[in-house]
């Protein structure tokens, strides 16, 4: 069969792109696991937050860059600059977000439902918002700034371009921090206890109110960052957070709600799974959406809890 | 071994149990608490001396949890007043108490399951910028079995294991008012005498402690002074050995467990 050997032939190729792909699942996923593992609850609102990142970057990226075209040196700075400005971006509005649509509704003793009526609302809002905001600047694709197409190297007969290395490079550098976080430092420990026993963490001395804010800041650091890595390949829009966002949220639950080692594989492997099922004969790219949930629903058939089961979440 | 354990170091005004026996240091005036609707404290009111051991017993569901975790911040009165070392407290939410050092350690141990042994000690001394290892070395001493599981996960202690890593967490936060909530609860006989003799010695180091017990005569038994609570009433009062002799504890109470000692 001459389809399935071009399978095989594109293999190299297509795990590149699924990596990358997977690395922005990831990076947003880690955001739905976050908050899930403080509050046991699922911010459907953090998709914005990762659309509010790309816009974020955008403007400052284009203010600083205007139409200049980056090579060298510059390349490297103008990714850091973006990465940096979308993190803010995100930081500023997932904290915002949990100020306003959850902590009132969280001081009322509201039930789990109210939570989840708020962040739809929220979504809502601010997907309007950038709408009425951004949708008539002068395009929605990022401007090139730097040639996110060009060949760095070759792995086989596999090409590997700029901005391929671009989000697989940060994501990876971003998980690591994240993970060190978590497991080494004092605000890490915070956020883990109150993700196992929140009222016995609060017997510790620890202040739920800010640990959860702190939460949803990092959440929305790496979602924002991600926005800017998706924004350069794809362009902004301010549905842009709504299928990634899907898709991350399935990665997270795939992984293990709430389990941060989780949330990263179960990116990569979404990532993964779309872009090699898509390329089988007979299959296709228009199937990429239903592939991601096929895979989900077949996972947690197995393991009901994900695959690495919800560590991070209550024990008992 | 007691005398090697200093708990008090590190506080602001250590203090010799023997010379301050006589100063308030909890104060519970009239507290009323409900859940919603339901009124589950209705006018408790109780004191703990510095260098005391009191304790407070009831049948299950008389209100022995509501008021510790009121003293420990965890719920908030609708009426009454709470003081410590001279200040009113109520209202305070938990976090901000242990400052004061009022550590709680919750019934049910609530260990937290998937840290080790060494992270939930560390947890315990949170509030502070750096673990205290002096602390740590007592705490290990205190509980050798919590030293041979130091790597092991809370949640696979056993249940006396559980209890042990639950005290000595809260003694990490130093604490001068240490709350312990039916530490008896589901151990084997032998492991409870174990404990309380260990809460014998924490409180000779300068720890005053509040006991909630259902274990009447093994919390008498320990307590300079105890309380009966019944259904969110303070019903009897008095010192641990009268208690002890009270006919009305000991037909409520006691029936079975002094048949068996
Ligand atoms: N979270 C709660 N919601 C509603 N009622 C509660 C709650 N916790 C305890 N109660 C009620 O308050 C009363 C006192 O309970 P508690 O303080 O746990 O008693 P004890 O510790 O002495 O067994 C009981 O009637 C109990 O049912
Ligand atoms: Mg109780």
Known sequence: MSQSENWVQQLPQNIIIGLEQGSVYSLIALGYTLVYGVLQLINFAHSEVFMAGGFGSYLVVNGIVGHRHMTGVMVPLTVLCGVLSGALTGAAIAWLLEKVAYKTLRRSGAPKLAFLISAIGASLFLSNLAGKLFNRLPNNAFPTYFDINHQLFKIGNAKVTLIEVIIVGSAVVMMIFLDRLVNRTKLGRGIRAVAEDAPTAALMGIDIDKTISRTFVIGGALAGAAGFMFGTAFGVSNLMGFTPGVKAFAAAVLGGIGNIRGAMIGGLILGQAEVLIAALPFVGAQWNDVISFVVLVLILLVRPTGILGERLGRAA | ?261
């Open chain 2, 1 to 261: 071994m007691t005398e090697s354990i200093d708990l008090s170091k590190g506080q602001e005004t250590p203090t010799s149990p023997a010379v301050s026996s006589s100063s308030t240091l909890l104060n519970v005036d009239d507290i009323e608490v409900r859940y919603g609707t339901i009124r589950a404290l209705k006018g408790v009111s109780f004191h703990v001396n510095e260098g005391e051991i009191v304790a407070l017993l009831g049948a299950n569901g008389a209100g022995k949890t509501t008021t510790q975790k009121t003293v420990s911040g965890m719920l908030r009165p609708s009426l009454g007043a709470i003081t410590y070392d001279g200040k009113r407290i109520d209202g305070i939410p938990a976090h901000e108490l242990i400052r004061l050092g009022i550590c709680h350690v919750p019934e049910g141990r609530h260990v937290f399951p998937r840290m080790t042994v060494h992270e939930n000690l560390e947890m315990g001394a949170f509030r502070f910028k750096k673990i205290d290892q002096t602390d740590l070395d007592n705490v290990l001493e205190m509980f050798p079995r919590l030293k041979e599981r130091y790597k092991q996960l809370g949640g696979t202690l056993s249940g006396g294991e559980q209890q042990m890593l639950a005290i000595g967490r809260a003694l990490m936060g130093k604490p001068r008012l240490l709350l312990l909530d039916e530490p008896s609860m589901g151990l084997a006989p032998l492991v409870v005498a174990q404990i309380f003799e260990i809460l014998r010695d924490i409180n000779n180091s300068g720890v005053t402690v509040l006991l909630v017990e259902q274990n009447a005569a093994q919390a008498l038994g320990l307590a300079d002074r105890g309380y009966v609570l019944e259904t969110g009433e303070i019903v009897l009062e008095g010192t641990g050995s009268d208690l002890l002799a009270d006919d009305r504890i000991r037909a409520a109470y006691l029936g079975e467990e002094i048949a068996a000692s």
